[in-house]
């Protein structure tokens, strides 16, 4: 292979977008199904699992590739919630309840808080015992962790699942609008069981909200290291000459 087309290959590795994405959600609200849905267009009824699952995948988001690093959560029960490790762990987090399953939505609302606090304090580690997640070996704190910005809050968003089981509803559509208004995130209502692209979608949109974020934290760490020289250094550009000299 010729040193041209090594180098191709090298740029365009490095240049390859990564996103780390944690699924999470109370049991059975279909956070493998919509998985599997997303990662091979396929639905698959009954998944069985007992611990949690990584997978990693290249998937194009508007033309671009992109590597989906997701975390299959595997809760045992409702008052269990994300170990330090997996908050740490990711970049951006797909919140998903039932539209059948009212406890499911409100375990949605409290596990948002319990990220945003964990998220933003960086008190990472700090929970032994309050949960019972098991974290995925060897899971490096690869994710944003501690380093997003105070004013920023994690990247979410937030899915309505089984949106096919109208006649057993007990979380209405405004409930998870008003829930997503509040949190400033992505909305929507799906089911694993029979919508390709809605699912997709989803999954994009946290990487693209992990994308936001991580361009404001740039600007807002620019801003704070160089306060206003950084304003002056972007105005100077060519034209430095016909600058005052401070
Ligand atoms: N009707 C309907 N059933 C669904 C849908 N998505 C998932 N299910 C069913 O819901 C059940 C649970 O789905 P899973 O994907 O295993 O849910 P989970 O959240 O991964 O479950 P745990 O890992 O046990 O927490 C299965 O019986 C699925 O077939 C959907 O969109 N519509």
Redesign the pocket.
């Known amino acids: 292979m010729s040193t041209n087309a090594m180098r191709g290959i090298r740029r365009k590795k490095s240049s390859l977008s990564e996103v780390k994405i944690a699924v999470l ?1 109370a ?7 919509l998985i599997v849905r997303f990662l091979t267009k396929r639905y698959i ?3 069985d ?1 007992q611990a949690e699952q990584r997978y990693r995948n290249e998937i194009l988001v508007d033309g671009e590739a992109v590597l989906f690093e997701i975390l299959d959560t ?2 045992k029960n409702l008052e269990a919630v994300p170990s330090p490790e997996v908050i740490s762990w990711a970049d951006g987090f797909l919140l998903v309840y039932s539209i059948t399953d009212r406890q499911s939505f409100n375990w949605v609302k409290r596990v948002r808080l319990h990220i945003c606090e964990r998220k933003v304090s960086g008190r990472v580690g700090g929970l032994s015992g309050a949960t019972t997640l098991t974290p995925v070996p060897p899971m490096q704190s690869g994710g944003m962790g501690g380093d997003v910005s105070p004013t920023l809050g994690p990247p979410m968003v937030l899915l309505a ?2 949106a ?2 109208v006649h057993l509803r007990q979380v209405s559509t405004e409930e998870g609008e008003i829930l997503a208004k509040d949190v400033e995130c992505y909305f929507s209502e799906v ?3 029979e919508h390709v692209v809605q699912v997709a979608t989803a999954f994009h949109e946290v990487f693209k909200e992990v994308q936001n974020v991580r361009k404001r934290s740039k600007t807002s760490l620019l801003d704070r290291v160089l306060g206003s020289k950084a304003t002056k250094i972007y105005v100077r550009g060519k034209s430095d000459s016909a600058l005052p000299k401070d």
């Open positions: 959600g049991p059975g609200v279909g956070k493998s199904a009824g009954e998944y699992h595997c809760n699942n089984k096919d089981m089911a694993a069981s």
